[in-house]
């Protein structure tokens, strides 16, 4: 009797744990408002993308968009890469995601901020040097911070340590543009084992 319970304990244990973090997909619509001379609206959004697909699975995450640009991004924290790809393109860059150009001066939590798709959020608000970042989250869809602890890059690492929760909500706002991405769908999906692999057929370069 005494193996059976403890059998049962450690699944359980397991299922909990599986349980306890977010993983899935997010759809996000994009607002964006151009602040540089010679650079519509209309240019800067076909530039990013008004929508947005994002995956998640523990350390792994996935973006992508359908703008010209960069329109697939994605982290593994086993090598700590960020990895980028244009749709045209055939070539992945990547670059250290243990480093970032600007570090945050200030922040704030503010309390029952706003209510996204019925979920009342919390927002972290964020300084640097550059603009302030606002991101807008529900206890909800939480994160493992401990898989990002080193991803410095964009600001992840101090927002996941701070907020602890997937963001349904993000602002961007400094001298180049105002961003407003705001969730439209969440979806509790089980990703498969390998779905963040990036196929061994495309030449990786590191990004300059």
Request: with cysteine.
């Amino acid at each position: 009797m005494m193996r059976i319970v403890t059998i049962l304990f450690f699944c359980l244990a397991g299922h909990l744990a599986r349980g306890q973090y977010f993983e899935g997909k997010v759809m996000y619509r994009n607002i964006v408002t151009s602040k540089t001379p010679g650079l519509s609206d209309s240019a800067l959004t076909v530039l990013i993308g008004n929508e947005e697909i994002y995956y998640i699975k523990g350390g792994f995450y996935e973006s992508l968009t359908n703008g010209a640009g960069f329109s697939m991004q994605l982290y593994d924290h086993r090598n700590n890469r960020m990895y980028f790809k244009k749709q045209d393109v055939d070539t992945v860059y990547w670059l250290d995601a243990g480093k970032s150009s600007e570090k945050p001066v200030n922040y704030e939590i503010r309390e029952d901020a706003e209510v996204v798709l019925g979920k009342r959020c919390d927002a972290l608000l964020v300084e640097t040097e550059t603009g302030t970042t606002v991101f807008y989250y529900s206890p909800r869809y939480k994160l493992d911070a401990a898989m990002f602890q080193k991803h410095l890059y964009g600001g992840w690492a101090f927002y996941v340590s701070k907020a602890g929760c997937l963001p349904l909500k993000t602002v961007i706002d400094n001298e180049k543009f105002h961003l407003e991405s705001t969730a439209t769908e969440v979806l509790e999906l089980e990703l498969k084992p390998g779905f963040f692999d990036i196929s061994p057929k495309l030449p990786q370069v590191r990004f300059k």
